[in-house]
């Protein structure tokens, strides 16, 4: 059974950093691009980064130049580092495949930044 799991999130203030951590199963991690999604309070989940397996590195706009997506591919882990983050930002991180997710999501991790 292929697992996501999502890991990292927290409070924080606005300004501030955090970075979350995915791990997946190596038969899903190894051949994929994988890609962060989120889903903030009262709107649809939407794309934030994505990365293929050889790190070419694609961002949404709201994030370009705070977020940084990376994979370690020994380790099948996928990772976004946020900086600067923004009220906006708050909403549940999800980690999967891209272009087409795979339908077991994992439990996602909660981002809230407030002051």
């Known amino acids: 059974q292929v697992q996501l799991v999502e890991s990292g999130g927290g409070l924080v203030q606005p300004g501030g950093s955090l970075t979350l951590s995915c791990t997946a199963s190596t038969i899903i991690f190894s051949i994929n691009t994988m890609a962060w999604y989120r889903q903030c309070p009262g709107k649809q989940r939407e794309l934030v980064a994505s990365i293929t397996r050889g790190g070419s590195r694609n961002y949404a706009d709201s994030v370009k130049g705070r977020f940084t997506i990376f994979r370690d591919n020994v380790k099948n882990t996928l990772y976004l580092q946020m900086n600067s983050l923004k009220p906006d930002d708050t909403a549940v991180y999800y980690c999967?495949?891209?272009?087409?997710?795979?339908?077991?999501w994992g439990q996602g991790t909660q981002v809230t930044v407030s002051s």
């Open positions: 999967n495949l891209h272009p087409v997710p795979i339908d077991s």
